[in-house]
């Protein structure tokens, strides 16, 4: 197997038609599977995928029957991945999972050694401030370039997944696997990916500045543990 591209779904049973509509070119490719994460999901996201998996062979789905965190899903995902290059995405459609044909295009020209992971572009100007503030503040406490941490896809050879220690179940994940990228000497590439609205439902954390505080909160906690494990 090729590529394994992993999408952990929570509650997202409104976009999945959609969803599985733009993964079909992808997973119809030779040597390429989607694994589509039920991440604990508490509405029809079961029945959905019954209903339409069958139309889609490429695709497959898993179930974790506890929500445990974003990077939980993701994480349960990969461990069941069979690809050479793994890599993740959102299923909530405000990035194309068809992105990924592009970072696998920078691995045929790079070669498989390589950190893949998209630049968002086309979002609210607030939420670029954010994620600017974000950016300057873990690279300066990591002493590492990490912008726009949590864009999508992002994409890395089975050998470097197979090396990573006891990482976050949450969406400190993002930051976790790009700073070991970037420590362990892999060459980042970076492309752009236009960041849309959703496109049924919304968002699990990014309502309002009370659950980005709490966002904030987290991952300035995790960053914290890593820069005294880096200092140790």
């Not at 995928?49 to 789905?61: I, K, S, V």
């Not at 990969?78 to 690809?83: D, I, Q, S």
């Not at 914290?224 to 140790?232: M, N």
Request: proline share 6%; glycine share 6%.
């Amino acid at each position: 197997m090729r590529f394994s591209l992993v999408i952990p779904c929570y509650n997202e049973a409104t976009n999945l038609p959609l969803l599985l509509a733009r993964c079909a070119a992808l997973a119809a490719m030779p040597e390429v599977e989607v694994i589509l994460v039920d991440n604990g999901s508490t509405d029809n996201t079961p029945e959905v995928f019954l209903d339409l998996l069958p139309m889609y062979p490429g695709c497959r789905a898993m179930r974790v029957e506890k929500n445990q965190g974003y990077g939980y899903g993701i994480l349960s995902g990969l461990r069941a991945a069979k690809g050479e290059i793994l890599g993740w995405t959102h299923a909530d459609m405000q990035t194309d999972p068809q992105d990924a044909l592009i970072g696998l295009e920078l691995f045929e020209k790079h070669g498989a050694d390589i950190f893949v992971k998209g630049r968002r572009y086309g979002r609210p100007y607030a939420d670029v401030v954010f994620t600017v503030g974000m950016s300057v503040f873990e690279t300066f406490l990591l002493l590492r370039p990490l912008w726009d941490i949590n864009a999508q896809p992002t994409m890395f050879p089975r050998k470097f997944f197979e090396t990573w220690s006891s990482p976050p179940c949450d969406f400190s994940l993002d930051l976790y696997a790009y700073y070991q990228a970037q420590a362990q000497g892999f060459k980042v590439y970076r492309f752009p990916v236009r960041f849309g609205e959703r496109a049924h439902g919304v968002s699990h954390w990014n309502v309002n500045w009370a659950a980005k505080w709490k966002f904030i909160r987290r991952t300035v906690d995790f960053s914290l543990q890593l820069r005294k494990k880096i200092s140790a």
